[in-house]
């Protein structure tokens, strides 16, 4: 099956940017969705289809997808930013089973 | 608005059943397909199934294929999820999840409800 593996956790200083990788196996072929969770909050989604945004999602959240990486990039990051971030894609490349597939999750702190 | 509202959780021996309810309002029921994702204690997020927006089309991940069934009731604008010989690595969050299109082909789940806490344990 398809893995996304995500780095555990990412710190950045108000004001910063972080970036969070996705990697996966030709993933730039594929439509990468990210989501943003906080505790004991359900899933948001903050970029689909590796570079849009949903309305209500501020110009900070941006997306790119490349190669063998998708990448969730926040700028000017700041404390309410603070949470876990998941990818996301569709695996259909195989003929007879397609599959939803979530990265590991990445936890962003704000120093 | 948007909303989805899960309940049906709680605490069930290995080896037994129980079922999940999502109560959707605020759009029309019938236009969209939905997902179930669930999310074990301090853990990602797995999906765990999928139906079409007319009940016709299912699947399923292959850790409960077999075991679990996804249903909707449009008349009552309800999801279901069915899950049978439950294990104790299926406790988790469960979440229902909206899916823009009647059939889903990778869009991302763009309403999500707040969840409902299944625990298998003895």
């Known amino acids: 099956s398809y893995v996304l593996t995500q780095p555990p956790s990412v710190s950045v200083a108000p004001g910063q940017t972080a970036s969070i990788t996705c990697g996966g196996k030709n993933i730039g072929d594929k439509s990468v969705h990210w989501y943003q969770q906080k505790p004991g909050q359900a899933p948001v989604l903050v970029v689909y289809?590796?570079?849009d945004r949903p309305s209500g999602i501020p110009e900070r959240f941006s997306g790119s997808n490349s190669g063998n990486t998708a990448t969730l990039t926040i700028s000017r990051v700041e404390a309410g930013d603070e949470a876990d971030y998941y990818c996301q894609l569709w695996d259909s490349s195989s003929d007879s089973r397609h599959f939803y597939v979530f990265g590991t999750g990445t936890k962003v702190t704000v120093l | 608005q948007v909303q989805l509202v899960e309940s049906g959780g709680g605490v069930v021996l290995p080896g037994g059943s129980l079922r999940l309810t999502c109560a959707a309002s605020g759009f029309i029921f019938r236009g969209y397909a939905f997902h179930w994702v669930r999310q074990a204690p301090g853990e990602g997020l797995e999906w765990v199934a999928v139906?079409?927006?007319?009940?016709?089309?299912?699947d399923y991940a292959d850790s409960v294929k077999g075991r679990f069934t996804i249903s909707r009731d449009n008349s009552k604008k309800t999801l279901f999820l069915q899950m049978n010989s439950l294990r104790s690595e299926d406790t988790a969050v469960y979440y229902c999840a909206r899916d823009p299109e009647l059939i889903w082909d990778g869009k991302p789940f763009d309403y999500w409800g707040q969840g409902s806490l299944v625990v298998v344990s003895t």
């Open positions: 139906i079409s927006y007319d009940g016709i089309k299912t």
């Open positions: 289809d590796d570079s």
